[in-house]
């Protein structure tokens, strides 16, 4: 199982000093905490995309280049690339390249993102957002898996005998979550192609995240990739941590109670209880986060969101250092020693490979085998994760 953090890049003051950080340190402080999550353990950073203020990260591949230059074995994802307003086919290249940068340490999370206003920004129609999301996904995978593409749609010019450069790294994509909070579709989609299914796991309360996980894995064994318990899910999480949670509380609550997204709204404690959100100690993070399982059964991917709402960089830097050195090793423990045989790990590109490899190999034996269908099954089925 994976563990990391994901980042929203949101520029925010502190409300306890009055001070806002500039954009120049919001930036320097996210790849500081990609940094230290791999210092002390975890294995996934992922930015979001956002394209408006109070936000920066308006170009992932960027930051995660840069980060690949100064780390070795961390995962670099998104949270998420928005795949309704960006041209498919430089999403296809920008991660394609990222991928050969970083050796392959790079997945991708696809979504809609949650500010209206993007659509126009980019000449989209918010109106179309899941058929531009259907549309421009299949456009994605054919990039990277047919070598010449000829395409026509409904909302992009049609392509002719276009090759989308780089080609993936070793010819196999990067693999993709589809990001989702409240849209069934988005799970369809998921489970449609094989791929995996990040629920956003922030604002809704468990039942909610319990449908759309099972919506997921039925559509998934639908498809013939497998069983339900072998489709590949991701979660994310809030939480903030101090050794009392007594002191947790009392520290966070002025970041939670002036926050761009629920401040000013429900008591944190009321948050608590209808939300994931964990605020405590460090054993009452590990409680929590093992008690996903219960609800959406055994997953591959678990990302913490710990650095919004002006939490200065130290506490954040503070909160990582107990996620690598109390939490996450017991969660790694605990979830291994719960999670049937059957169940795959997280896929990676080196896993991915390696079915692609089985799979072209199967298909030599066959004569009657089309060879393309091999990488057609490479992010589909349980074996991607073993």
Do not use: C
Request: aromatic letters at 10%.
């Amino acid at each position: 199982m994976q563990f990391g953090v994901f980042t929203v890049g949101d520029v925010t003051v502190d409300p306890t000093t009055g001070r806002e950080p500039s954009e120049h340190e919001r930036i320097k402080a996210m790849v500081t905490i990609a940094r230290k999550v791999e210092e002390v353990g975890l294995d996934v950073f992922a930015t979001g995309e956002h394209h408006n203020p109070p936000f920066v990260p308006s170009s992932p591949t960027t930051m995660l280049g840069w980060i690949a230059a100064r780390t070795e074995r961390l995962l670099l994802s998104t949270a998420t690339t928005l795949i309704t307003t960006n041209d498919p086919v430089k999403i296809a290249e920008d991660y394609a390249m990222l991928q050969h940068l970083a050796d392959g340490r790079v997945d991708l999370m696809l979504g809609r993102g949650n500010t209206g206003p993007v659509y126009p920004w980019f000449g989209k129609d918010i109106r179309a957002g899941i058929p531009l999301t259907i549309e421009n996904y299949d456009l994605l995978r054919r990039l990277w898996r047919e070598d010449v593409v000829d395409w026509s749609g409904k909302y992009r010019t049609p392509l002719q005998s276009f090759t989308s450069t780089p080609r993936p790294l070793d010819g196999v994509p990067p693999f993709v979550w589809h990001g989702s909070i409240r849209s069934p579709e988005i799970a369809e989609q998921a489970a449609y192609y094989g791929d995996g299914f990040f629920a956003n796991h922030i604002f809704w309360p468990k039942e909610h995240t319990q449908r759309m996980v099972g919506l997921y894995r039925e559509r998934f064994a639908h498809y013939g990739h497998g069983s339900p318990d072998q489709a590949i899910v991701g979660l994310g999480g809030q939480v903030f941590m101090r050794r009392n949670s007594q002191d947790a509380v009392r520290e966070f609550r002025p970041y939670f109670d002036n926050a761009p997204v629920y401040g000013h709204g429900p008591a944190l404690e009321d948050f608590m209880a209808q939300t994931p959100l964990t605020v405590g100690s460090p054993q009452q993070v590990i409680d929590r986060t093992l008690g996903f399982r219960d609800y959406v059964g055994d997953y591959q991917r678990q990302l913490f969101l710990i650095d919004h709402a002006g939490l200065p960089l130290k506490t954040v830097l503070e909160q990582l250092d107990l996620l690598g050195e109390e939490v996450v090793p017991v969660l790694r423990r605990e979830f291994a020693a719960l999670r049937p045989a059957h169940v795959p790990d997280a896929p990676t590109h080196a896993s991915l490979k390696a079915a692609r490899d089985a799979a072209v190999a199967e298909a030599a034996a066959d004569p009657a085998a089309d060879p393309a269908d091999a990488l057609d099954a490479v992010g589909a089925g349980a074996e991607v994760g073993r």
